[in-house]
């Protein structure tokens, strides 16, 4: 829920009146409307939160309505109204589910997708055609194939906790997907999201890979690593003393409070950490030299911003982070 109050900053409207067991997200008005069909509204929890997180994906990741890319958009609204329905039934003390609209009619399962006839693999059983978006087949099969990355969410926060999952799932959406992504995109994503949350060789790294393989998708460059060093999850720092890597910093943690840490791969003489805001203008920047540099951001309101770095005045950087407090 924090998630959607830090992105919804103006009111969302809601209005009522059309003669069905459905509800719709106007981005261009950003209005909610709420069927109603004899006594039955389709106003439940996790109804009203998948259209809520659909104002969410309109403010980050913006994925649209075709396609794979319509599937996630589909299936972040689903993700996200599960956390909320979540989180709002654990203050009154009463059960969640991985169901979306029970209290009205089910339409879709997260832990089942195949129970509403929606696909759990990748291009296996259920799946839509997707190379026709017309709205006869709903933009490419959108509400249908959103089965498989709910059912991946599903398996992963069987593995690691819905908390976590969902914070890689959020992280994913608003630093690493873009309009068009698709399934593969969305591997790549939230594997860069557990990277940064957690470590780049971390426990949650494997999870969110195996997640995806076992519905379908992965990738030949994304491998689950072993951690062969205790305490050490940047194995990719020590093949630096052999090999040319490229200039890559590490911003932790992300979503950051009061301080924000930057790591830098190699060893720096002279470096310029700068943060940047969505508007272009620098509100901070320090010199520093060495491994790494903290930054203090007590003073820096919410929001997104970047983390600029030039190193030796050759090797430049730059990094999404969140402030959030
Ligand atoms: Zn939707």
Request: with cysteine.
């Amino acid at each position: 829920m924090k998630y959607l109050n830090y992105h919804i900053t103006d009111s969302v409207l809601i209005d009522a009146g059309i003669d069905s067991i459905a509800a719709f997200y106007n981005t261009d008005l950003n209005k909610i409307r709420l069927g109603k069909r004899g006594n039955n509204w389709a106003s439940t929890i996790d109804i009203v939160g998948h259209e809520l997180a659909h104002r969410l994906n309109y403010q980050t990741a913006n994925l649209t309505f075709y396609g794979e890319s319509g599937a996630l958009r589909e299936s972040i609204a689903d993700i996200f109204a599960t956390l909320g329905e979540r989180y709002i039934r654990t203050i009154y003390g009463t059960p969640w589910n991985w169901t979306i609209g029970e209290d009205a009619q089910i339409i879709r399962d997260l832990a089942h997708p195949s129970l509403h006839g929606q696909p759990e693999e990748y291009h296996g059983f259920n799946w839509q055609d997707t190379s026709n978006l017309n709205s006869t087949n709903d933009y490419g099969g959108v509400h249908n194939n959103c089965g498989v990355s709910n059912k991946w969410f599903y398996n992963l926060s069987q593995s690691i906790g819905p908390d976590k999952a969902g914070l890689i799932a959020y992280y994913m959406l608003n630093l690493n997907l873009s309009s068009n992504s698709g399934f593969h995109d969305a591997l790549q994503a939230s594997v860069s999201a557990a990277e940064n949350l957690y470590g780049n060789c971390s426990d949650e790294r494997n999870a969110v890979i195996s997640a995806w393989s076992s519905v379908g998708v992965s990738s030949l460059n994304i491998i689950p690593c072993h951690n062969t060093s205790p305490g050490n999850d940047n194995d990719r720092l020590s093949i630096a003393q052999n090999e040319e890597i490229p200039f890559h910093v590490s911003v932790y943690p992300n979503p950051a409070s009061n301080e924000i840490n930057i790591e830098f791969p190699n060893d720096t003489n002279d470096c310029i950490v700068a943060i940047i805001n969505t508007l272009g203008n620098k509100i901070k920047e320090v010199a520093t030299r060495g491994r790494n540099a903290t930054i203090d951001t007590t003073d820096t309101p919410n929001g997104l911003y970047y983390v600029n770095v030039v190193a030796n005045g050759m090797h430049t950087d730059k990094a999404k982070v969140i402030i959030s407090k």
